[in-house]
């Protein structure tokens, strides 16, 4: 990145790689502006955090915490579309999956329709910013090229949707000076990923802050991993 960013927004900071992602960028001199769902936790008491509560599957909510980001500041360097939800028991097949539970929208709505709702309330002040990076942190699990899985279809399709949200804003956004990225942060040992998990938040933090504060690729690669390695789509 050619200038230091000033400062961040970022989704879904409560817990797991959110919160370990804020504290990643606080040992940078960024403000960071953290979207708390449901508990401020003791970050929020640092001079370079404002917490904002923020559910991005409420339209109206996502109004209000782009309002009050506006209230503290005219631009901002980046956001980082962060919040995710997976309801489903990997462990269930077709046959006895309820498609009524409300999953498949509930999963929808935070995981795909949230980032893009996000941006395009957020996006007056990321013009205003001297980076103009977005980074939606989707999942391998929306890679439609690499799938192996045979079941986890609210998560996994709604990452794709949200996959496809990135290429279109990079389309659209890219002759404006954004870039616009979906990154895979690895299997990480939060209440999303359990115990089993390959990497701590902080080293999953610490790997994709990397990505977010680094160049961004030059050959076009939009999907990535958390190493920086390009994802089929
Ligand atoms: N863990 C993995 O192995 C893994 C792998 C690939 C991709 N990812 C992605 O990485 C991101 C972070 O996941 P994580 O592992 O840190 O999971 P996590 O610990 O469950 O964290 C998800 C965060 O999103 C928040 N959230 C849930 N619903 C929300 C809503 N409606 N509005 C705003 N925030 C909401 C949660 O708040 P509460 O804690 O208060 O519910 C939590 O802070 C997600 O997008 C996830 O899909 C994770």
Redesign the pocket.
Known sequence: MKQQPRALFI??????????LVEEFLRYDIHVFA?????ETGISDHRRVTPVD?????PD?IRSAATAVARETESLDILV??????LEDKRVPLEELDLADGHLERSM???AF?PLRVIQAFLPLLENGRSRRIVN?????GSIGACRRDREFA?SMS?SAANMATRLLNNYLGPRGFGVLAV???????????PE?D?S?AE?AARVAGIILGPFPEDGTIYLDQNGNSLPW
């Not at 579309?81 to 997976?86: D, F, L, P, S, Y």
């Open positions: 989704t879904g900071a409560d817990g797991g790689l959110g919160f370990a979207g708390f769902y449901r508990s923020l559910d991005v599957s409420k909510s579309n962060n919040a995710g939800v997976h709505a935070v995981n949230g942190i989707t999942s391998e699990a998560y990452k895979h942060p690895g299997w990480i040992r939060s209440g999303m990923g359990g998990a990497l938040p999953a």
